[in-house]
């Protein structure tokens, strides 16, 4: 296949590949095309360098002991926290560590139902659910922003409503003004879906949820590794985001919050560290974030994932926007070329309505299953998802159990896009599908 040269792109890659040792490597025999940063990203060098050196020189247990180890532990790790609250536009009393953003979203379901429980402070009594009350989610959730609100609901009564979606994968907004009501407490949706790629109305969603005064939650997963993030000017009560799609090690993740929410929530998760008087019948709590920090932290994945957001700012978040947006262009125009590639969530259908983007896109080979798809493509060194992606409610609603998605990074390039949709157009002719 060939493609039209693509004249704007706003940061040059290949500067940076050097920087990500796993791009080295071949696999098969053939050098490795990694499409797959929606599910985890690649690390540069810095990164893995940052939480090394801390386990090397440093480690030791954060905001415990006065000695000299413990004290640098603590100090980096709080840097890192402010490093990293600046990266979303909060400050650091705001940010809540967490194991990734599926824990900060079960913290925040737990907190609400214990609030519900009567056991937090009198101000968490805003927060409670009774029956009949409603939280809203949207078709296109990631199951770790679905099942969280659906055990909540079946645990204090409350009802779980969603939020349709186009078939050109945009939220139905009319219908989200009516289903977003007076019952409405909790109103829990993705930023920028897994499987679409779109970007979605945040604006419009926090509007029709302070109108009724409900609580909104974003999952900016597929958002702060890409776009430039300021939460506050969002106007999103809670957001979370995981630090291993970000460039960052596994097992880190943030929760931000806004400050009189977080004040108010209740704790989940109780034990050391998070407490200010313990006795055999009671206990007191520290204010947040720490509040919601029970236990021994992940300081070294905090070290990490703070120099993973310094490699971001060096290389300019508006460069990687801009840069992956034009990869995306290149997937979405050489998939539409295609003989049997029906994309999810098509722009070209969008009633000539601007459709922002990520460089991401997931779709369905007619006549050849995903995962033989993927496997096609990983003998050619091509590394894609397949499956559902963990929103197999969304590929419901478009009639599918699974697609193949590709996604890129800023370690992408033009010429691994064009390798992919050459390998693609022909995995119907190998696998004997005629057009």
Same mark, same amino acid.
């Given at each position: 296949?060939?493609?039209?040269?693509?004249?704007?792109?706003?940061?040059?890659?290949?500067?940076?590949?050097?920087?990500?040792?796993?791009?080295?490597?071949?696999?098969?025999?053939?050098?490795?095309?990694?499409?797959?940063?929606?599910?985890?990203?690649?690390?540069?060098?810095?990164?893995?360098?940052? $939480?090394?050196?801390?386990?090397?020189? $440093?480690?030791?247990?954060?905001?415990?002991?006065?000695?000299?180890?413990?004290?640098?532990a603590?100090?980096?790790?709080?840097?890192?926290?402010?490093?990293?609250?600046?990266?979303?536009?909060?400050?650091?009393?705001?940010?809540?560590?967490?194991?990734?953003?599926?824990?900060g979203l079960?913290?925040?379901?737990?907190?609400?139902?214990?609030?519900?429980?009567?056991?937090?402070?009198?101000?968490?009594?805003r927060?409670?659910?009774?029956?009949? #009350?409603?939280?809203?989610?949207?078709?296109?959730?990631? *199951?770790?922003?679905?099942?969280?609100?659906?055990?909540?609901?079946?645990?204090?009564?409350?009802?779980?409503? *969603?939020?349709?979606?186009?078939? #050109?994968?945009?939220?139905?907004?009319?219908?989200?003004?009516?289903?977003?009501?007076?019952?409405?407490?909790?109103?829990?949706?993705? *930023?920028?879906?897994?499987?679409?790629?779109?970007?979605?109305?945040v604006?419009?969603?926090?509007?029709?949820?302070?109108?009724?005064?409900?609580?909104?939650?974003?999952?900016?997963?597929?958002?702060?590794?890409?776009?430039?993030?300021?939460?506050?000017?969002?106007?999103? #009560?809670?957001?979370?985001?995981?630090?291993?799609?970000?460039?960052?090690?596994?097992?880190?993740?943030?929760?931000?919050?806004?400050?009189?929410?977080? $004040?108010?929530?209740?704790?989940?998760?109780?034990?050391?560290?998070?407490?200010?008087?313990?006795?055999?019948?009671?206990?007191?709590?520290?204010?947040?974030?720490?509040?919601f920090?029970?236990?021994?932290?992940?300081?070294?994945?905090?070290?990490?994932?703070?120099?993973a957001?310094?490699?971001?700012?060096?290389?300019?978040?508006?460069?990687?926007?801009?840069?992956?947006?034009?990869?995306g262009?290149?997937?979405?125009?050489?998939?539409?070329?295609?003989?049997?590639?029906?994309?999810?969530?098509?722009?070209?259908?969008?009633?000539?309505?601007?459709?922002?983007?990520?460089?991401?896109?997931?779709?369905?080979?007619?006549g050849?299953?995903?995962?033989?798809?993927?496997?096609?493509?990983?003998?050619?060194?091509?590394?894609?998802?397949?499956?559902?992606?963990?929103?197999?409610?969304?590929?419901?609603?478009?009639?599918?159990?699974?697609?193949?998605?590709?996604?890129?990074?800023?370690?992408?390039?033009?010429?691994?896009?064009?390798?992919?949709? #050459?390998?693609?157009?022909?995995?119907?002719?190998?696998?004997?599908?005629?057009?």
């Amino acid at each position: 296949m060939s493609f039209l040269p693509l004249t704007s792109i706003a940061l040059d890659p290949s500067a940076l590949r050097g920087d990500f040792p796993i791009l080295s490597r071949s696999v098969d025999g053939r050098r490795l095309v990694y499409l797959d940063s929606a599910a985890t990203s690649q690390k540069p060098r810095s990164v893995i360098d940052a $939480e090394v050196a801390f386990l090397t020189n $440093e480690n030791a247990a954060a905001h415990r002991g006065a000695h000299t180890l413990a004290a640098e532990a603590t100090e980096l790790f709080e840097d890192a926290r402010a490093t990293v609250a600046a990266f979303v536009g909060a400050e650091p009393e705001q940010l809540v560590w967490t194991s990734g953003a599926t824990a900060g979203l079960n913290l925040v379901a737990y907190a609400i139902g214990n609030a519900t429980l009567g056991r937090g402070a009198p101000a968490s009594a805003r927060f409670a659910l009774a029956p009949g #009350d409603e939280i809203v989610v949207t078709e296109i959730e990631h *199951h770790a922003n679905l099942v969280p609100w659906q055990e909540l609901a079946a645990r204090t009564g409350a009802t779980l409503r *969603h939020i349709p979606v186009h078939d #050109d994968g945009r939220l139905d907004l009319d219908a989200a003004a009516s289903v977003i009501g007076e019952r409405t407490r909790v109103v829990a949706f993705t *930023h920028v879906s897994n499987v679409l790629g779109i970007v979605n109305p945040v604006a419009d969603l926090v509007a029709l949820a302070r109108s009724v005064g409900a609580l909104t939650v974003l999952d900016a997963c597929q958002s702060a590794p890409h776009l430039p993030l300021d939460l506050p000017i969002l106007g999103v #009560d809670l957001a979370v985001f995981s630090g291993h799609k970000m460039l960052g090690p596994y097992g880190i993740g943030g929760l931000y919050g806004r400050t009189d929410v977080l $004040e108010a929530l209740p704790p989940f998760l109780t034990g050391g560290s998070m407490i200010t008087r313990v006795t055999l019948d009671r206990s007191e709590y520290l204010p947040p974030p720490q509040r919601f920090e029970a236990g021994t932290q992940p300081v070294s994945q905090a070290i990490a994932l703070a120099a993973a957001v310094r490699y971001l700012d060096g290389v300019g978040m508006e460069a990687v926007h801009a840069h992956e947006r034009a990869l995306g262009e290149r997937l979405i125009d050489g998939l539409r070329e295609i003989e049997g590639v029906r994309l999810l969530g098509d722009p070209s259908t969008a009633s000539g309505q601007a459709v922002e983007r990520v460089g991401l896109a997931a779709f369905d080979l007619d006549g050849v299953h995903a995962h033989d798809v993927g496997q096609f493509l990983d003998s050619r060194g091509i590394a894609v998802r397949v499956g559902h992606h963990c929103a197999a409610p969304l590929h419901a609603r478009f009639g599918l159990t699974a697609s193949v998605r590709a996604s890129t990074a800023l370690y992408n390039t033009i010429d691994e896009v064009d390798v992919f949709l #050459d390998a693609l157009s022909q995995v119907r002719p190998f696998f004997g599908v005629s057009a």
